[in-house]
């Protein structure tokens, strides 16, 4: 017979596993089950008998690796692939360099008005993707814009930015403009949290606050900039609302612009859901692969350091 005092250790025992069941189930239930069932479609194609025609004539059958096959040679899923590699290599370091320069400003002992700078700053990235992407396409238009208006007031240049190289950077400046924010927050946290004492010696040593940034701070925030930059190559590989917001407003920007509106097309427009499905598992896969990776030299470049 199981003693009241063993009960007792049980319940304690099992406590956190019981805290844990309804996370577990709500993320077995819209996270694993429905990435499981794209992948299980991803192997699945339509077979079409006869002229398609009547009940029996449509049926699922087994595909293999055919539809990644198909998505691998498809030209418009690898040109989307280029065109969101140059996207990223320009919104990247762009986006941290402005975050870290931030987050270092506001942590100067002589900055003024510093909650209501972090805010201002902030503030963009709280505006939903689809509306900052109207509100700049609006101010890309050349005849609406008030920015053209003034340009040809003072008989500037007027650049179309919703054609050719421009579009890159219109683009580009979307998600800068949106997401600097929330990395400036999580890097001047990191920042807010080194020792004051570290300051202190630092002054002692003669240091300036150029030097103390460049050897003291930016080394210490090292792990945020990691995850900074982790979070900023998802966002990356999966850019869909500022191209799809702005493709009404150009022709320079098509259906297949990025992979994942590539997934879209394929899925809602043409109905190949299986297609489709191999498309984003390839996403995902090259998502994981290229997080994986960093992490991983990441990690190794710490224990280097940590052990010389």
């Not at 691998?72 to 402005?98: H, K, Q, S, W």
Request: hydrophobic share 50%; glycine share 8%; net charge positive.
């Amino acid at each position: 017979m199981t003693s009241p005092t063993s009960r007792r250790s049980y319940g304690v025992k099992g406590a956190p596993y019981a805290f844990l069941i309804p996370a577990a189930i709500l993320f077995a239930l819209f996270f694993a089950l429905p990435i499981g069932y794209a992948v299980w479609l991803s192997f699945r194609k339509v077979h079409v008998s006869g002229l398609g025609l009547g009940a029996g004539a449509r049926s699922e059958v087994w595909a293999g690796l055919e539809n990644y096959k198909d998505a691998l040679t498809d030209n418009e899923f690898f040109d989307g692939a280029l065109r969101v590699l140059g996207y990223g290599c320009i919104v990247v370091p762009v986006m941290l360099g402005l975050a870290l320069l931030f987050a270092l400003m506001l942590d100067s002992e002589r900055v003024r008005l510093a909650p209501f700078t972090r805010l201002a700053i902030f503030l963009p990235y709280a505006i939903p993707g689809v509306v900052a992407a109207l509100l700049w396409g609006f101010l890309y238009l050349p005849d609406v814009s008030p920015f053209y208006y003034v340009l040809a007031k003072l008989h500037l240049p007027q650049p179309n930015l919703l054609d050719g190289g421009p579009l890159y950077l219109a683009l580009s400046n979307i998600a800068v403009w949106g997401g600097t924010g929330f990395n400036m927050i999580v890097i001047y946290t990191s920042l807010r949290s080194i020792p004051a004492e570290v300051y202190e010696a630092a002054k002692l040593d003669g240091a300036n606050p150029l030097q103390t940034a460049l050897r003291i701070k930016i080394p210490m925030v090292a792990p945020s900039l990691v995850l900074t930059f982790f979070f900023s190559i998802i966002a990356t590989l999966q850019v869909f609302n500022e191209p799809t917001t702005l493709k009404p407003l150009t022709n320079s920007v098509n259906t297949t612009w990025s992979p994942l509106m590539k997934v879209y097309e394929d899925a809602f427009r043409k109905g190949d859901i299986y297609s489709a499905a191999a498309e984003a598992t390839l996403i995902a896969l090259a998502t994981l692969v290229l997080s994986f990776g960093f992490l991983r030299a990441a990690n190794r470049r710490n224990k280097q350091e940590a052990a010389g």
